[in-house]
DNA sequence: AAATACTATTTCGTATAGTATTTTCAATAT
DNA sequence: ATATTGAAAATACTATACGAAATAGTATTT
């Protein structure tokens, strides 16, 4: 009797992959736009990335095709990939009205339909907004952008709809904006001698002052949809929006205006 | 006096591609899908599709994963694509509740700000409409799919705000509202003996009848549109999404009942 | 200086080989 | 009969090398 071939072949047989690396891939491009490794505008070479990833071509292809139907990337025939540009003060203002279209329909939607499964999600992800209150420094804006597209995901996933959660989560508007706010802060850097000082300013402004009234709030739309109270709900996320517009308005006119 | 060089050097070089090859197979296998040449939730076999196109699989690959970006294609990691199902009748409900939030606000935006430009453009498209009419067969109602797929999406663009255009174009419901009506109409075909019958009023119901009345209430939203009534497009738009839903709301239960 | 020609680089697509995983299907056991 | 098992086949996935075609940059000529 023959010792199993397969057996001794994969003697541990590892677990099988639950992924595949195209969209590991992906995921890493993707990781890399949202931190300005690949800033905005600039060529984005498939040979290079392969390398630098340390894999082959193939999948950076299938990854950089999907990043442009996403929009995050542009492809211009024979000319290559390059990542899209920082929001244009119009796409900024676009974008937020488009947000004003869906979103405060979700949250009623959410009020009116959401179980006890819903109610649970919305309680931990508020919790976890309040551990990202801790985080100091340039993380704690990381966390927090996290924290709030997880919390309007969640909220779009709720009401039911699944074409409207879709067309929220294909916006990756907290991608955008937080390519907004990283521009803008390196730039203030770079800028004249009192960048320093305006920085400081800026993080306290955007980090702290503008994260906790963000979560204060996601408060007030959680606590309508939990109590099922869809106007409310409504209202508060339309208000919401309005508030976020007018928090990151700023910064999408500073990269503008520069 | 030289000839001019410039008309002399490129005449003879043939004109450089405007497209590249992946862009052309995503075309073809949206058109597949498009006429259920690839059906509803079936395999698609890369390596036979590349063979098929006659194309290496390298731009197959690329063009299913943008295919997957946009719903169309879903990928089961390590088990490959197949094609999304047909909608069921819940997602053909959220489909339309999702067009309800942003087409009609497009329309009212539309006629703000429609200049002369879009003016004429909305005249042509309906008088295409008008041509399309004249076809007869299974080729009106593809006809006057493709016409309301182009009139939607002009007025969306015609809105001015890209990010409602984008998210109406990736909704891609025209695409799947026909494979709906080709999937009834083949499930028909088969069926019973009274099925030739069915299939008649069926033609009748849906291309002459049916086709007919979306065309006026098209006319009736161009017509806000163009005299900038905006109240007036807004509701036209609204009227004009809910009768399209009536008539086909029963291709979608006659699907899912099967 | 402007037009042209040439070179280098890059994109795009092909071809092919190898590995990993799923699927198929028949033999075996329950 | 049903379920399990296990090899074989099919398929998906990744790597790699190569070549054609277009673009970008440089040098040369007029």
Chains 1, 2 share one sequence.
Request: proline letters at 3%; charged letters at 25%.
């Amino acid at each position: 009797m023959p010792i199993k071939k397969s057996a001794s072949a994969r003697p541990v047989k590892r677990t099988p992959r639950r992924s595949v690396l195209s969209d590991e891939i992906y995921e890493m491009i993707k990781r890399m736009i949202f931190d300005h490794e690949i800033a905005p505008g600039s060529r984005v070479n498939i040979d290079a990335l392969a390398v630098q990833l340390d894999v082959s071509q193939t999948p950076v292809r299938e990854a950089l095709a999907r990043l442009e139907s996403d929009g995050l990337i542009a492809k211009e025939p024979l000319k290559g990939y390059k990542a899209t540009d920082l929001l244009s003060l119009k796409e900024f203002n676009d974008l937020f009205q488009f947000r004003l279209l869906i979103e405060p329909w979700a949250a009623e939607q959410a009020a009116k339909l959401v179980d006890n499964t819903g109610k649970t999600a919305l309680k931990a992800e508020m919790q976890s907004a309040k551990t990202a209150l801790k985080i100091s420094g340039d993380d704690q804006f990381q966390a927090l952008t996290e924290h709030d597209a997880r919390f309007h995901a969640l909220i779009a996933s709720i009401s039911g709809n699944q074409s409207v959660a879709d067309s929220y989560e294909r916006t990756h508007c907290h991608l955008h904006l937080f390519r907004l706010f990283m521009a803008n802060k390196l730039h203030l850097i770079e800028g004249e001698s009192r960048a320093k000082f305006v920085q400081d300013l800026f993080d306290e402004y955007y980090q702290v002052g503008s994260g906790q009234l963000a979560i204060k709030e996601h408060d007030v739309i959680a606590k309508a949809i939990i109590d099922q109270n869809s106007k409310a709900a409504r209202t508060a996320m339309h208000a919401h929006i309005e508030s976020s517009l007018r928090r990151f308005a700023p910064a999408a006119q500073a990269i503008n205006k520069k």
